[in-house]
């Protein structure tokens, strides 16, 4: 019977792993298998969309072969890819089947583009059309747009998890390719802050010269945790202009990573994040927790809620946070605890333990161990004379305080 049991127990745990391998992918991985879309797999690591993917439980992408990839990489920045690409990830699961059975046809379905709020309007819905003859068609949703891509063949599935297909041609929504794409230099923080709502943060960044650490860090990559004005304002907030400027440097440093890390990204982090404060002598960095959609951080003194993006744009990205960061190298110290002082003999007499109870007869008599004491001349350690003693020395230091306090004699 115990046997079964065993058997039973094995096989429900193999059962609920390979349950928990259906629920995962990594869109990377799979397409390292299909040498064709290697254009299109190196620029989801780019624009860090692959993130993204990884964390979404039901999703289509629609890949493009490297011919195709080429042509359109060659001719735009790295944020308007992103953005065209994430058009090409669809928040729902099509395989080649369900494509072919689209009621009335033709339906409108949302993609990453729009999912993340860069998209303008309705910009980042697609139409899927399945047309005569067999062939399905994908454009922009937007009116008057035309389908100038069709499904050309299935590549991978994970049923009801992730499809992957291919299409002819990129979907180009209207304005897409013609979006603005500063370079990095052109990226005004402080414009970019107080319009968020941060303009404590950002004043703190002036005055303090961090602003230029902020600047030259852009093009390489950035990614800025900015703090709210009311976060400024919340309680137990300690008193920052009390800080060094080494510290104030520090603690503004702490609030940004060199690197570009948009949310999708923040998802998968399992590793601590280093900051711009990060170095030799402390590690100044921060822990990452996800619960569904949400990001938090925690510096080790506390806690804050990642907002949606206020700016993306490879390779920079700027959140408002709920919370100042505060780095447990600065505000995490316990103050050290006073040293213990040695023991100190007492003056009085220590107490003596009595042994155990011995029989009458073994115990000696007092009046045959010793005479018995002068009348006159009873030691002054002995019991009786001991409260008498104690009280004297109170009554003593007491009259003494007293006389300290009013200059006496």
């Not at 990377?28 to 290697?38: C, R, V």
């Not at 299935?154 to 002819?168: A, F």
């Not at 003999?345 to 018995?372: F, K, R």
């Amino acid at each position: 019977m115990m046997g079964v049991l065993h058997t039973l127990s094995l096989f429900l745990f193999m059962l609920s792993l390979v349950a928990i391998a259906a629920n995962a992918h990594n869109i990377t991985a799979i397409l390292e298998g299909f040498p064709d879309y290697s254009v299109y797999n190196s620029f989801l690591t780019q624009t860090k969309l692959a993130d993204e993917i990884n964390t979404r439980e039901t999703i289509t992408c629609l890949v493009l072969n490297n011919g195709a990839m080429s042509t359109l990489t060659a001719k735009h920045p790295l944020s308007v890819v992103k953005n065209l690409l994430s058009l090409h990830v669809l928040l729902d699961y099509y395989d080649p089947q369900k494509l072919h059975q689209i009621s009335k046809g033709t339906t409108l379905t949302t993609t990453l583009y729009q999912a993340t709020g860069n998209a303008p309007g309705n910009l980042g819905f697609v139409n899927i059309t399945d047309l005569q003859g067999g062939k399905v068609g994908f454009g922009s949703a937007i009116p008057g747009s035309k389908l100038d891509s069709s499904y050309t063949k299935s590549v991978k599935q994970i049923p009801y998890n992730i499809s992957i297909l291919e299409i002819s041609a990129p979907i180009i929504a209207p304005g897409i390719l013609t979006a603005p794409a500063p370079s990095a230099s052109d990226v005004n923080i402080t414009g970019l802050l107080e319009k968020a709502g941060c303009k404590t943060f950002a004043s703190l960044l002036i005055s303090s010269g961090v602003l230029k650490t902020y600047e030259s860090a852009l093009d390489k990559g950035l990614t800025i945790f900015a703090p709210s004005d009311e976060a400024f304002k919340a309680e137990g907030v300690p008193d920052l202009s009390k800080l060094t400027n080494a510290d104030q440097v520090s603690l503004l440093e702490y609030h940004a990573s060199p690197e570009y890390k948009p949310k999708g990204t923040l998802k998968t982090v399992k590793d601590p994040v280093s900051t711009l404060a990060t170095n030799g002598a402390g590690k100044f960095d921060l822990t990452v927790t996800t619960a569904g959609d949400s990001v938090t951080l925690h510096t080790g003194v506390g806690s804050s809620r990642v907002a949606e993006a206020v700016y993306d744009s490879p390779p920079f990205v700027l959140f408002t946070v709920d919370n100042v960061l505060l780095p447990s190298e600065l505000f995490g110290k316990s103050p050290s605890p006073a040293p213990v002082p040695e023991p100190v003999s007492s003056p009085s007499p220590t107490p003596s333990v009595s042994p155990s109870p011995s029989p009458v007869s073994e115990a000696p008599s007092p009046l045959t161990a010793s005479p018995p004491a002068p009348p006159t001349d009873t030691p002054g350690g002995s019991p009786v004379d001991a409260p008498a003693g104690s009280s004297e020395n109170s009554t003593s230091d007491n009259a003494a305080g007293h006389c300290w306090l009013e200059r006496c004699d």
